[in-house]
């Protein structure tokens, strides 16, 4: 019989909880994980790896399309969609039974069904597991955290039914590619899904009700990126609302408003991207002292809920709602449970977002409209990739970097970036703000030649009036 009293209880097996039950097992914590479907939570299997892997696809079939322009001569060109979803639902599968085998190094006992707070025992919690095998387990533990993650947010009138109206998963694993599509939302989910679609042959539409495209990020991004989608074919629709979907045998109407006035479009399928909500039903938040704002579970700087020996990290505990954000979250919960010096809380403003569109977006910090209505004095540097060696010798001249200073104190408060690669490079600033580095110490930094990092130097430089090639 599988042992059941632990010192920690992770409920959810995504990147917060797997990651936070390995630093426990680390700190000798006996740890168990309870997850209802896949270990690695809806990143590794439906989200971040698996979207990651179609658009690898979806880049290499463009570079293949301009292979002239890189002196190659490539005939009759063409893709299955069926081999380009197993590809990715096999990168997916590999990274998840990778953190199964982890779960095995570290000790950690996995326990397949879900769970709900029971109660207390004396001084531990309880936890009541209903395991897919129909069998029922109460496991206890002196403390509990909540990783059970979100799910695609649902509007009137705009449901997913998983055939012509697609969630994120339907649109990840279609029988067949649309060949037009309509994408409601134009957050990084949206985005990433019109990018592919779009690189793949469909005609596609987006409809943002925002005033801009991908309106968390810097404004001067936002109309950057919208100029390039709408270069690739894209038709880009702001300040729209979508108020109607009438489905046909294989095709659906949309009533699209904008400007206060109407029109239908119709489409061969429609993607919903309209945000997330929190799993919070049924895990037992009756009768704690644990609230829940806005689908979300409420938590303080150490992610305590409230309630005695509960806590709650990643996408249910609220934004920014990224995975690595969980991951930081659960280690930092897991060492000030086990007394570890030296914790720091989480400063989000030093958490990068990163859009794997063509071209890539990311971000970390305060956009300069938000850095200006904190009345602060800035400097402001921007760098275009056209002013780079290694950006014209890949052939993707197309993006800047921006960068936006405390003129009185040099702190970096934000960085903005947009073009090829260019979330491979937002770590440099992220290491640069949780070091709080100022302009001083990120200019006297050697970068190496020929790179795309030399934009993050010129772009600081150019803030102080001292970029050196444009």
């Known amino acids: 019989m599988a042992e059941t009293s632990f010192d920690l209880i992770v409920v959810g097996g995504g990147p917060g909880g797997y990651v936070a039950a ?4 680390q700190l000798g914590l006996k740890t168990a994980v309870v997850e209802r479907e896949h270990m690695g939570g809806i990143c590794l299997n439906w989200g971040c790896i698996p979207t990651k ?3 690898r696809t979806s880049e290499v079939y463009g570079l293949i399309k301009h292979a002239e322009a890189y002196g190659l001569s490539v005939k009759d060109v063409s893709f299955d969609p069926k081999k380009i979803v197993e590809r990715s ?3 997916a599968s ?6 199964s085998m982890l779960m095995k190094k570290n000790k950690i006992t996995v326990f397949d069904g879900t769970a709900q707070l029971a109660g207390t025992d004396g001084a531990k919690r309880k936890v009541a597991v209903a395991l897919k095998d129909k069998s029922n387990v109460t496991l206890t533990a002196k403390d509990v955290i909540l990783a059970t993650g979100a799910r695609a947010r649902q509007l009137p009138g705009l449901e997913a039914d ?6 994120y998963k339907e649109a990840m694993v279609p029988p067949e590619f649309p060949k037009s599509l309509l994408v409601i939302g134009s957050g990084a989910i949206g985005i990433e899904f019109a990018s592919f679609y779009r690189t793949m042959g469909a005609e596609v539409t987006v409809a943002e009700v925002m005033d801009r495209v991908l309106p968390v990020e810097d404004a001067e991004v936002s109309a950057f990126a919208k100029k390039a989608f709408e270069k690739q074919g894209m038709k880009i629709l702001t300040s729209a609302t979508v108020s109607n979907l009438k489905k046909g045998a294989n095709n659906v109407t949309a009533t699209i408003t904008v400007g206060g006035k109407a029109q239908e479009i119709t489409v061969d399928r429609v993607i919903s991207a309209v945000g997330i909500v929190g799993n919070v039903e049924n895990i037992g938040l009756e009768g704690t002292k644990v609230k ?8 303080d700087q150490w992610g305590f809920t409230g309630e005695p020996n509960v806590y709650a990290i990643g996408d249910v505990a609220g934004p920014p709602w990224l995975a690595h954000k969980a991951m930081h979250e659960g280690v930092l919960v897991v060492e000030k449970i086990a007394g570890v010096k030296g914790v720091h809380p989480m400063k989000t403003e030093n958490i990068p977002g990163c859009t794997y569109c063509q071209p890539q977006v990311a971000s970390i910090g305060l956009t300069e409209a938000a850095a200006k209505a904190k009345g602060l004095e800035l400097k402001v540097g921007k760098f275009p990739f056209i002013g780079n060696g290694k950006a014209i010798a890949l052939g993707e001249p197309e993006g800047f970097i921006k960068t936006i200073f405390d003129a009185k104190t040099g702190e970096l408060l934000g960085a903005h970036m947009i ?3 260019v979330t491979e490079l937002i770590q440099g600033y992220s290491i640069a703000k949780t070091l709080e580095t100022t302009e001083a110490e990120l200019m006297a930094t ?3 030649h020929p790179t795309l990092s030399e934009m993050m130097h010129e772009s600081v430089l150019a803030a102080y009036g001292r970029t050196l090639h444009i």
Not at 94 to 99: D, K, Y
């Open 89 to 91: 639902r096999k990168v």
């Open 94 to 99: 590999q990274l998840s039974n990778g953190v």
């Open 22 to 25: 390995i630093r426990a097992a």
């Open 419 to 421: 073009g090829t690669e």
């Open 162 to 167: 998983g055939k012509l109206v697609w969630s």
């Open 446 to 448: 050697v970068f190496p």
């Open 53 to 55: 892997a179609l658009l």
């Open 292 to 299: 829940v704002e806005k689908t979300h579970i409420v938590i």
